[in-house]
């Protein structure tokens, strides 16, 4: 895991939306954000455990983030457009969106595996953020540079037998990274995606119920590169597929 140490005001003054910010990383990555003085719009399904990712920042007395309670799986055209035009009266902009929210579904070969999961699976894990995005672009084309940054995972990008509509919701996400980055070239937004590796998180847990989470990296050890990738020290990384827990010459890249 490479080593990084970001200054303390990386992030001032930036506004920054983490969908899945509620739990695990896009909580830790949140919080993180926060202590280098970004402004976190926090959006997740859990208005409780949205409350306490907002707690811990205001009592942290880091600048006080928005709540944004919104499911996913229901979530309309309707409901990111007003959601954008809300980020534009409050802000005006957004410098980082990070897509962080996802789902497993279940663990299972093609021929078991049933319509209305592999849907809803696709629709949260690839429809939302690319709605999300297509609503936020006016946004992120205000400031002078800003970050979209998709949190994947290695079935995202080498698909293996059970993994079903996650790994192909996954392999989705990065065929938008791709799709996005080429559009967005000569433009301030730089696009990119980060695996994180095995990370001690509900989903990690869901998919691995055997396995001993004391081994696994908290979601904390892993937010350098995530900050790298929001703030400007990314400049220049663009169109990139990350690794959290990997070195090489660029932070979080393998």
């Not at 209305?116 to 995005?133: G, I, Y």
């Not at 037998?161 to 967005?184: I, M, N, P, Q, R």
């Not at 990738?229 to 990314?234: A, C, M, N, Y």
Request: charge should be negative; charged fraction near 20%.
């Amino acid at each position: 895991m490479f080593d990084y140490n970001p200054s303390a005001d990386l992030l001032r003054d930036r506004v920054i939306l983490v969908t899945g910010a509620g739990t695990g990383i896009g909580r830790a990555v949140a919080l993180a954000a926060a202590a280098h003085g970004a402004t976190l719009v926090l959006l997740g399904r859990s208005q409780a455990r949205l409350e306490e990712t907002y707690d811990a920042i205001e009592t942290a007395g880091h600048p006080q983030p928005a709540l944004v309670p919104l499911n996913l799986e229901t979530a309309t055209v309707k409901d990111y457009e007003e959601l954008a035009a809300t980020l534009d009266r409050e802000f005006g902009r957004l410098d980082g969106l990070l897509h962080n929210a996802g789902i497993l579904g279940r663990l299972a070969p093609i021929d078991h595996y049933d319509p209305e999961t592999w849907l809803k699976v696709c629709q949260v894990n690839l429809n939302a953020p690319f709605l999300l995005t297509r609503a936020c672009l006016p946004l992120l084309r205000s400031p002078e540079q800003a970050s979209v940054l998709f949190t994947s995972a290695e079935v995202g990008r080498q698909g293996r037998a059970y993994w079903g509509a996650y790994a192909a919701s996954l392999a989705g996400v990065e065929g938008l990274v791709e799709v996005l980055a080429d559009e967005l070239e000569n433009t301030a937004i730089r696009v990119n995606s980060i695996d994180p590796g095995p990370v001690r998180t509900g989903l990690r847990e869901e998919a691995y119920p055997a396995e001993d989470p004391t081994h696994l990296a908290l979601p904390e050890s892993v937010v350098g590169p995530y900050l790298y990738l929001l703030g400007p020290d990314g400049h220049g990384v663009h169109g990139r597929k990350l690794h959290a827990q990997r070195q090489s010459g660029v932070p979080g890249s393998g």
